[in-house]
């Protein structure tokens, strides 16, 4: 039996957080894009100093998710002014949840999304929303699970690409 855990990230962990961010943006993403736009977005989105900001912005939470004390995901909520989109008061944003691909259908994103899902309820928001990357099916299908709705579009810019996410809701 694994022992799971949701914890909440400190700025004590950044260099963890950098290192969990890193990896588990490259393995989703590397193949279907340039080595230097990946390189580009690794280096400038998940610097300490970067990371760091977003630790000590109290309107962004991050947690781990760990089995057996290892740590396999993550997860990054915003609300209020800190969204990255929409900026309501009455949503929670899931700005990244990502799981090592390893621990990949292994019920670790629904924990984490699970996660999200109380931390929204316990604000009172009325709905939860994300952005996906229109080519990641696998995504797209997960969040549709759980009960997630497409309601827009919006342009996301990885090193110099200009790519197309899918903007999804759940209202609670």
Same mark, same amino acid.
């Given at each position: 039996m694994?022992n799971?855990?949701?914890?909440?990230?400190?700025?004590?962990?950044?260099?963890q957080?950098?290192?969990?961010s #890193?990896?588990?943006?490259?393995? &989703?993403?590397?193949?279907r894009?340039t080595a230097?736009?990946m390189?580009?977005?690794?280096?400038?989105v998940?610097?300490?100093?970067?990371l &760091?900001?977003?630790? !000590?912005?109290?309107c962004?939470?991050?947690?781990f998710?760990?089995?057996?004390?290892?740590?396999?995901?993550?997860?990054?909520? !915003?609300?209020a002014?800190?969204?990255t989109?929409?900026?309501?008061?009455h949503a929670l944003?899931?700005? #990244?949840?990502?799981?090592?691909?390893e621990?990949?259908?292994?019920q670790m994103?629904?924990?984490l999304?699970?996660?999200?899902?109380?931390l929204a309820?316990e #604000?009172? &928001?009325?709905?939860?929303?994300?952005?996906v990357?229109?080519? !990641?099916t696998?995504a797209? &299908?997960?969040?549709?699970?759980?009960?997630?709705i497409?309601?827009d579009?919006?342009?996301?810019v990885?090193?110099?690409?200009?790519?197309?996410?899918?903007?999804?809701?759940?209202?609670?």
């Amino acid at each position: 039996m694994h022992n799971t855990a949701v914890i909440k990230v400190s700025i004590a962990a950044v260099e963890q957080l950098q290192s969990i961010s #890193r990896q588990t943006f490259f393995e &989703s993403y590397a193949d279907r894009n340039t080595a230097e736009n990946m390189q580009k977005y690794l280096t400038e989105v998940f610097s300490i100093e970067k990371l &760091s900001e977003e630790l !000590n912005n109290p309107c962004s939470e991050f947690y781990f998710a760990n089995i057996n004390k290892q740590t396999i995901g993550y997860l990054k909520i !915003n609300y209020a002014h800190a969204q990255t989109e929409l900026k309501d008061e009455h949503a929670l944003e899931i700005e #990244r949840i990502y799981v090592l691909k390893e621990f990949q259908g292994k019920q670790m994103g629904q924990l984490l999304f699970a996660k999200a899902l109380q931390l929204a309820k316990e #604000r009172k &928001s009325t709905y939860l929303w994300l952005g996906v990357w229109e080519n !990641n099916t696998k995504a797209i &299908s997960f969040y549709k699970k759980c009960g997630m709705i497409e309601f827009d579009k919006h342009i996301f810019v990885l090193g110099e690409d200009k790519q197309m996410d899918i903007l999804m809701k759940l209202e609670l």
